[in-house]
């Protein structure tokens, strides 16, 4: 079978391929899936029958940058025209443990093809277009099948984390009903999630919430015991029906969001519990926490007061969970929505004579305070005068 992409006339990629050597590399995985699909394209992998050592001194020869970014498993990034390829050298487990595996380097295309997780993902194109299915993967991957290669219950054996690479892929590429074999699988061994990092969790989380629709996945998930232990502090009765609703409204915003669908699922109350569980970085565990903040008065003064104090991402936040919704003349006003400047500052008081201190402090943010409610047509002359007025010109 031949297949036609961009990524296999490209230069850039043709480049690695052709200095490793056309009949040592392959493209592999998710660009040869995505590319039969018809989908976009993402990221481009090689695979190569060459040892990592040799990867680099190939690339090396021919010019190309090489970076050793997980060199113990096989994988060094090629770096053509600020453009990265990740390659990774042919390799069967030697040891697995549940949740990572001890690898060693082969050169056999069948046997790296067989510790590959899913068939669709087990997919290899030469430069020519020739396609590489030892598994059935094209069949599979166009009925939206997800299934595992080998026996499903020890492929989750050797790594927990395909259990939910199962339901983030059905996500993403499923139809119908799930594999039954895997399914079963993902139920029957679902304790072994607790063999797993919190990080590898919350990552296969948020990609699995970033599919177009992840509520039936999530659904199989709830049915067969997994949704629960893996998010004990999702709201049982409403937490599905939160994120269909969030769903809907996202798409036709085009805002998809995992953080935002993460907060759905849950009752605000436990928006910090996860974060702190979850390990999120200060930046998201902030704006997660922030989701359970109130939403602005109707009217436009509101909601330009709400966005002086919270900022756009938090108020579009709180709109799309809510039961208001953001209104297409709600959004509109937030995307036009330029942060204006408040006009007073430190210095301006000093030369009152106002030292620094928590006087000058608290003068500033009365002074915030009165700007804002004016909707930011306060001038500074207003605000001195109202600073002078009230302190009394002894105090100024």
Not at 161 to 174: C, Q
Not at 303 to 309: D, F, H, T
Not at 353 to 373: H, S, Y
Request: glycine share 8%; hydrophobic share 45%.
């Amino acid at each position: 079978m031949h297949l036609s992409a961009p990524f296999i006339t490209d230069e850039k990629s043709r480049a690695v391929i052709k200095a490793l050597g056309e009949g040592q590399a392959r493209f592999v995985g998710g660009a040869v899936r995505d590319a039969l699909l018809g989908r976009l394209v993402q990221d481009v992998d090689i695979a190569t029958s060459h040892p990592p050592d040799v990867v680099i001194e190939r690339l090396k020869a021919a010019g190309l940058k090489a970076v050793p970014t997980g060199i113990d498993h096989g994988t060094i990034t090629a770096i053509v025209a600020h453009q990265p390829f990740e390659v990774t050298s042919l390799r069967h487990d030697v040891k697995t443990f549940g949740r990572h595996a001890q690898v060693a380097f082969i050169d056999d295309w069948q046997a790296d093809a067989r510790r590959r997780d899913f068939t669709m993902n087990a997919l290899y194109a030469d430069l020519d277009g020739h396609l590489y299915d030892y598994h059935g993967g094209v069949a599979d991957a166009r009925a939206g099948r997800i299934v595992f290669i080998g026996d499903a219950q020890e492929r989750i054996r050797e790594d927990a984390l395909r259990i939910l690479r199962f339901f983030r892929f059905f996500a993403h590429y499923g139809k119908g009903v799930p594999h039954t074999a895997g399914y079963e699988a993902c139920i029957a061994l679902r304790d072994r999630l607790d063999l797993l990092s919190v990080e590898r969790i919350r990552a296969e989380l948020l990609r699995l919430l970033m599919a177009p629709d992840p509520v039936p996945s999530l659904q199989l998930m709830e049915k067969g015991g997994i949704l629960d232990p893996l998010l004990p502090e999702w709201h049982i009765s409403a937490g599905l029906q939160a994120l269909d609703r969030l769903v809907l409204r996202e798409n036709a915003l085009d805002l998809a969001d995992p953080l935002r669908r993460l907060a759905a699922l849950l009752r605000p109350e436990t928006y910090e519990r996860v974060a702190k569980r979850f390990k999120l970085s200060r930046a998201d565990a902030t704006r997660l926490t922030a989701m359970a903040g109130p939403l602005p008065d109707d009217g436009e003064k509101a909601v330009r007061q709400a966005l002086w104090l919270d900022g756009a991402q938090t108020l579009v936040d709180r709109f799309l969970l809510s039961d208001k919704g953001l209104s297409p003349a709600v959004f509109s006003d937030i995307q036009r929505w330029r942060r204006p400047v408040f006009p007073l500052q430190g210095r301006d008081l000093s030369i009152l004579g106002i030292q620094p201190g928590p006087q000058m402090g608290q003068l500033l943010k009365n002074a915030e305070q009165r700007w804002v409610t004016s909707d930011f047509t306060l001038k500074k002359a207003d605000l001195l005068a109202a600073i002078l007025k009230k302190n009394g010109s002894k105090d100024a």
